[in-house]
């Protein structure tokens, strides 16, 4: 079951980055490369909530065909 936000990640961006902080402060590594994982997971899905990326991948491939696809973007 998804959870939605009715203002995007932008809360989970802020809280992600308050505790990055803490963990800076605190010299913890540990959770300094946590709390960046968490602040990569929000941020993407931010902008996931305003690029579909699915549909135009899709169109794509829709008119260039899978292999051709995969030969242009590499």
């Not at 902080?21 to 902008?47: G, P």
Request: glycine residues 4%; negative net charge.
């Amino acid at each position: 079951m998804s959870t939605e936000y009715s203002n995007g990640y932008w809360g989970k961006i802020e809280y992600w980055t308050a505790e990055l902080q803490k963990a800076i402060d605190n010299n913890n590594l540990t959770a300094v490369d946590s709390c960046h994982r968490k602040l990569d997971y929000f941020i993407q899905r931010q902008w996931d909530t305003k690029i579909s990326v699915k549909e135009t991948t899709m169109v794509e491939m829709e008119h260039i065909g899978k292999a051709e696809l995969l030969l242009h973007r590499y």
